[in-house]
């Protein structure tokens, strides 16, 4: 794999179904699979396989039906769960498990009532049990992000010489701030042996709102996977937001890293995931939110006019959204206006501007939007309608 290209591991179907409420059955999650394959995803959670007959099926589907990526299944540290995994995997093309176990001291005192050594110990078990099914064995040290970073560079290690060829650092609980997530990916890249024979990955959590920064910081330190999911759904407030660590990459190419992602397809992912899994995507999510590329302010909407790059970074086309839109409220200008009527007809001067844009902002104090039908009615009904030209 090129240093400059970052994989894209896709876990809506995993970590984001995790989300209460949002289940989804076999059909609606190959669906989603097979748009993630066509999106140009390089891995694919497809599920935890051990934990319901349901996911069992699904994972044992997709790996099916996928053509392109590689199919991923999640384990636990535990034989049974690898084994499970592995059998729901047989028919994948590229075929990788995920195990893994928590490496922090919350975990290892309270969780597994263990020891350091003997988590290191598990950890080398699981991956060498993995890599007797599968060549591509994923290992996850859970609460990465809380966990002592020489002794998480021992786990590492460990796992490296089971034979892992992916060490999955997640910030399970969100708690990191990027330039500590970032100086623990580049501590690992300089300190585990044997690292070059492994591709660091950053999994990170949004509960401080950080998810794609983390994750952004941990590529430009060196780890070459993101794990992420469509809308940045998942576990409370959320995983990393596919859309928005691909478009960073995309839109500032000083750091000389990208991905596989056909980007033009990813408005219309993220509206069959908010569909398939009934949740309401906040309008000014970034990238993908409805009013994303949305313009209401007077002064923002005559530049955009004017030139769209004046407010937008982001080619609405290079998402999948077809064009920006210019929202007329009580504090949009007489450009926007114009710009408004041209679109539905009416070309107008700027002495008929100035004599319609005043009962335009009567209208527009009374409802919170103003609309084509609106904008017909204004016009229609002001006195020199007559004079208008309309085309």
Same mark, same amino acid.
């Given at each position: 794999?090129?240093?400059?290209?970052?994989?894209?591991?896709?876990?809506?179907?995993?970590?984001?179904?995790?989300?209460?409420?949002?289940?989804?059955?076999t059909?609606?999650?190959?669906?989603?699979?097979?748009?993630?394959?066509?999106l140009?995803?390089?891995?694919?959670?497809?599920? !935890?396989?051990?934990?319901?007959?349901?996911?069992?099926?699904s994972?044992?589907e997709?790996?099916k039906?996928?053509?392109?990526?590689?199919?991923? $299944?999640?384990?636990r540290?535990?034989?049974n769960?690898i084994?499970?995994?592995?059998?729901?995997?047989? #028919?994948?093309?590229?075929?990788?498990?995920?195990?893994?176990?928590?490496?922090?001291?919350?975990?290892i005192i #309270?969780k !597994?009532?263990?020891?350091?050594?003997?988590?290191?110990?598990?950890?080398?078990k699981?991956?060498?049990?993995?890599?007797?099914f599968?060549?591509?064995?994923?290992?996850?040290?859970?609460d990465?992000g809380?966990?002592d970073?020489?002794?998480?560079?021992?786990?590492?290690?460990?796992?490296?010489?089971?034979g892992?060829?992916v060490?999955?650092?997640?910030?399970t609980t969100?708690?990191?701030?990027? #330039?500590?997530?970032?100086?623990?990916?580049k501590?690992?890249?300089?300190?585990?042996?044997?690292i070059?024979?492994?591709?660091?990955?950053?999994?990170?959590?949004?509960?401080?709102?950080?998810?794609?920064?983390?994750?952004?910081?941990?590529?430009?330190?060196?780890?070459?996977?993101?794990?992420?999911?469509?809308?940045?759904? $998942?576990?409370?407030?959320?995983?990393?937001?596919?859309?928005?660590?691909?478009?960073?990459?995309?839109?500032h190419?000083?750091?000389k890293l990208d991905?596989?992602?056909?980007?033009?397809?990813?408005?219309?992912?993220?509206?069959?995931?908010?569909?398939?899994?009934?949740?309401?995507?906040?309008?000014?999510?970034?990238?993908?939110?409805?009013?994303?590329f949305? #313009? +209401? +302010? $007077?002064?923002?909407?005559?530049?955009?006019?004017?030139?769209?790059e004046?407010?937008?970074?982001?080619?609405?086309?290079?998402?999948?959204?077809?064009?920006?839109?210019?929202?007329?409220?009580?504090?949009?200008?007489?450009?926007?206006?114009?710009?408004?009527?041209k679109?539905? $007809?009416?070309?107008?001067?700027?002495?008929?501007?100035?004599?319609?844009?005043?009962?335009?902002?009567?209208f527009?104090?009374?409802k919170?939007?103003?609309n084509d039908?609106?904008i017909?009615?204004?016009?229609?009904? +002001?006195?020199?309608?007559?004079?208008?030209?309309?085309?």
């Amino acid at each position: 794999m090129s240093d400059s290209k970052v994989q894209i591991f896709d876990t809506t179907l995993r970590d984001g179904e995790q989300v209460p409420g949002c289940k989804l059955n076999t059909k609606q999650k190959l669906v989603i699979a097979k748009a993630l394959d066509q999106l140009g995803v390089d891995i694919i959670e497809a599920g !935890f396989p051990v934990s319901s007959p349901g996911d069992f099926r699904s994972v044992e589907e997709i790996s099916k039906i996928t053509k392109n990526a590689i199919v991923c $299944g999640l384990t636990r540290s535990i034989e049974n769960d690898i084994k499970v995994a592995a059998q729901a995997l047989k #028919h994948a093309k590229k075929p990788r498990i995920h195990t893994g176990i928590g490496t922090s001291d919350s975990h290892i005192i #309270h969780k !597994f009532k263990s020891s350091r050594e003997a988590i290191i110990e598990r950890a080398f078990k699981a991956v060498r049990y993995s890599k007797s099914f599968v060549e591509d064995v994923e290992f996850y040290a859970e609460d990465a992000g809380r966990t002592d970073n020489t002794y998480l560079a021992q786990v590492c290690e460990a796992a490296i010489k089971a034979g892992a060829t992916v060490l999955n650092i997640p910030d399970t609980t969100g708690y990191c701030l990027p #330039h500590e997530y970032g100086e623990k990916i580049k501590y690992l890249k300089e300190n585990v042996k044997g690292i070059d024979t492994a591709i660091l990955s950053c999994h990170c959590h949004n509960d401080l709102g950080l998810a794609t920064a983390n994750s952004i910081e941990g590529v430009i330190n060196g780890a070459r996977q993101i794990e992420c999911t469509i809308n940045g759904i $998942g576990e409370r407030a959320g995983n990393t937001a596919l859309e928005e660590v691909v478009m960073i990459l995309k839109q500032h190419p000083y750091l000389k890293l990208d991905t596989n992602i056909k980007t033009k397809k990813l408005y219309a992912i993220s509206q069959l995931v908010s569909d398939s899994m009934g949740i309401y995507t906040q309008p000014n999510k970034a990238i993908v939110g409805a009013n994303a590329f949305a #313009h +209401s +302010s $007077g002064i923002h909407q005559d530049g955009v006019i004017k030139n769209r790059e004046t407010y937008e970074i982001i080619d609405p086309k290079a998402v999948g959204v077809t064009a920006s839109a210019i929202v007329l409220t009580a504090r949009s200008g007489r450009a926007a206006l114009a710009y408004r009527a041209k679109n539905i $007809g009416y070309i107008l001067t700027k002495l008929q501007l100035d004599e319609i844009y005043p009962n335009f902002l009567t209208f527009a104090d009374q409802k919170k939007e103003v609309n084509d039908n609106d904008i017909h009615q204004i016009i229609e009904t +002001s006195r020199i309608y007559n004079e208008i030209i309309t085309n």
